[in-house]
């Protein structure tokens, strides 16, 4: 009786956990909707999402994943799709963007929207930046809806428009007039992506928090006159001693809990010499060396550290032989999760100490400030159990972007959010390959690895238990 009790129960356990996609035919679905969407020119500007919409519409549709269109322009909408679980738990978002950032034609071998499968890699605008993602998302829902996964918390699928500078499109338009669509308990979107150097994996980054961007104007004013009688209240001089004054100024450090988790993993597969310097980046008698060497050598880990100011644009004059009255330069600053900008511009006033500049907070769509995504929490633990799983030898890196993403919103919003991405290669970079760079590739292998990563961190966190 025991024995047919114990057979019973499991084949009911069994039952609940159906037996692993067929990934043969998920890699190659998943290559053909990815090269579809990737051969969609939604170049942002203009921004004319809707054909990769209509797309991903009929997919669903096809499988009988219902869906829901929004839009604040009709031809820049954003999708919908959820499938249902029993609401034992709150729902996951998952998340991609159908817009993509131009391109120079002249810079690319292959044609940025052909999808072109050379060498075992796939090129074309939007394959890291997001179609990877909006496939990833597309073929879980897929997935999951054909074999029929039982779920303990509703999984909903937004492909938003607008992420790359047109946020009022997309999320803004999602999070303040159709909140109640996306509401979430966590959310998977881009931000993350493993790091291979030479062919071997060193580590999987999970972005956690992000920077806030702001834009801030430096305005020098002046006598004007003529060029041939040099005057020290010169507008342009004082802005050039200004943009000096900042450029040699280090706001302070400051360490949260995601910054402090990434150096001390990082220091863990690191050469002796440079986990040396992660180990002792707060270390009294070290830290302005070590500050010193990141601002020189590692500019990332720098601007990870502290709001940081970028000068990027200089204006001033009209011709050779006038004194301008009028001279500016825009910054970019980067601010930390939790920076109070009112003080830091107070601060950053301190700095120049000069009262013919002005410094002038620009108007634009300001990402909110949220704090870090927990480490401890159900999410992030899925995702490092399916590190180990999928990419065998790598260690988990939270980390705070110093770019930004549109869960900034989200997080504003408490849900805690978690960039993840595929796999590439560090030297790409310097040749020219990557996200917003002069041409844009993925290796194929990489690609059907994070469809499978995809599903491993949604159905662990989502599929329910027994």
Not at 92 to 103: A, E, K, R, S, Y
Not at 218 to 241: D, E, I, K, M, T
Not at 267 to 288: C, F, G, L, M, W
Request: aromatic fraction near 8%; charged fraction near 25%.
């Amino acid at each position: 009786m025991l024995q047919i009790f114990g057979l019973i129960f499991a084949l009911c356990l069994w039952g609940q956990h159906p037996s692993a996609p067929d990934w043969r035919a998920v890699d190659e679905e998943g290559m053909r909707h990815y090269q579809a969407l990737l051969r969609i020119n939604t170049s942002d500007p203009p921004g004319v999402e809707l054909p990769a919409v209509e797309y991903l519409e009929r997919v669903l549709a096809a499988e009988g994943i219902p869906t829901r269109i929004f839009a604040l322009d009709p031809k820049r909408p954003n999708l919908v799709a959820r499938l249902k679980g029993t609401g034992r738990k709150r729902p996951l978002l998952i998340m991609g963007h159908t817009d993509v950032v131009n391109v120079d034609l002249a810079k690319w071998t292959f044609p940025p929207f052909g999808a072109v499968r050379n060498g075992g890699y796939v090129y074309g605008r939007g394959t890291l930046d997001d179609k990877d993602n909006l496939t990833a998302c597309l073929m879980v829902m897929l997935t999951l809806k054909r074999m029929k996964t039982p779920l303990d918390r509703d999984v909903i699928f937004l492909a938003e428009s607008g992420e790359e500078g047109s946020v009022k499109y997309g999320i803004l338009h999602m999070v303040r007039e159709h909140w109640e669509e996306i509401a979430s308990e966590y959310c998977f979107a881009e931000g993350g992506g493993a790091v291979r150097a030479n062919g071997k994996l060193r580590y999987v980054s999970i972005s956690t928090a992000e920077k806030i961007p702001y834009a801030v104007k430096l305005v020098a004013h002046g006598p004007a006159g003529h060029g041939s009688r040099p005057l020290r209240a010169n507008a342009l001089v004082h802005l050039s001693q200004a943009v000096t004054k900042i450029a040699a100024w280090q706001p302070p450090m400051r360490l949260n809990d995601t910054t402090r988790s990434y150096f001390e993993r990082l220091a863990t597969i690191s050469s002796p010499e440079e986990a040396a310097r992660y180990n002792n980046i707060v270390h009294p008698q070290k830290t302005d060396a070590i500050q010193e060497y990141f601002a020189g050598s590692e500019p990332g880990h720098n601007s990870m550290l502290r709001t940081s100011i970028s000068p990027n644009i200089i204006q001033g004059g009209y011709r050779v032989n006038v004194i301008p009255s009028q001279a500016e330069a825009t910054l970019d600053i980067r601010a930390l999760p939790d920076e109070d900008m009112p003080r830091f511009l107070d601060q950053l006033r301190k700095v120049i100490s000069d009262p013919a500049v002005e410094v002038v907070r620009e108007a634009r769509d300001t990402r909110p400030g949220a704090p870090p995504s927990r480490l401890s929490s159900e999410a992030f633990r899925a995702i490092e159990a399916a590190v180990k799983q999928d990419y065998p030898g790598a260690i988990t890196l939270p980390v705070m972007q110093t770019g930004a993403t549109d869960m900034a919103y989200l997080r504003a919003k408490g849900v805690q959010c978690y960039g993840v991405g595929p796999a590439t290669d560090s030297e790409d970079g310097p040749k020219g390959y990557g996200a917003h760079s002069d041409q844009e590739r993925i290796l194929e292998t990489e690609f059907y690895r994070f469809l499978r990563f995809h599903w491993d961190i949604v159905t662990a966190l989502a599929a329910a238990k027994p």
